[in-house]
C-alpha cells in the first residue's frame, strides 16, 4: 500500500529556514518521480519543485535559489530545504508521487514574525 508521510513543517520567522521530509512507504522513490506542492486556503494545490529518479531537479520561480529538494534512498525519503523563507511562503506543503493519485496528508508551515 502505497503511502506518503509529511513531517517538519512548524512556525518560523521571516529569513528562517525549514526543513520538510517526505517518507515514502509501498515502493522505493529510487524509480520514482516526486514532487511537492503547497496550498494556502481557497486557492488551488501549486506545484513548488520536482524530483526526478535519475536526479533532475525544477523549482517555481518564486522558490529557486531558497529551496532545495533531495532525497536519501535509502530512508526512501525526500526533503525540502527551505531558507530565506518569506510570509508568501505560508502553506500546506504536500508530496507526492508525480503523476499518480497518491499524495501525503501535508505539513503546514508558518513564517509569522
Known amino acids: 500500500q502505497v503511502q506518503l508521510v509529511e513531517s517538519g513543517g512548524g512556525l518560523v520567522q521571516p529569513g528562517g529556514s525549514l526543513t520538510l521530509s517526505c517518507a515514502a512507504f509501498?515502493?522505493?522513490?529510487?524509480?520514482?518521480?516526486m514532487a511537492w506542492y503547497r496550498q494556502t486556503p481557497g486557492k488551488e494545490r501549486d506545484l513548488v519543485a520536482l524530483?526526478?529518479?535519475?536526479?533532475?531537479?525544477d523549482y517555481v520561480d518564486s522558490v529557486k535559489g531558497r529551496f532545495t529538494v533531495s532525497r536519501d534512498n535509502a530512508k526512501n525519503t525526500m526533503y525540502l530545504q527551505m531558507n530565506s523563507l518569506e510570509f508568501e511562503d505560508t502553506a500546506v506543503y504536500y508530496c507526492?508521487?508525480?503523476?499518480?493519485?497518491?499524495w501525503g496528508q501535508g505539513t503546514q508551515v508558518t513564517v509569522s514574525s
Open positions: 509501498g515502493f522505493s522513490i529510487s524509480s520514482a518521480d
Open positions: 524530483s526526478g529518479a535519475g536526479g533532475l531537479t
Open positions: 507526492m508521487k508525480w503523476n499518480t493519485r497518491y
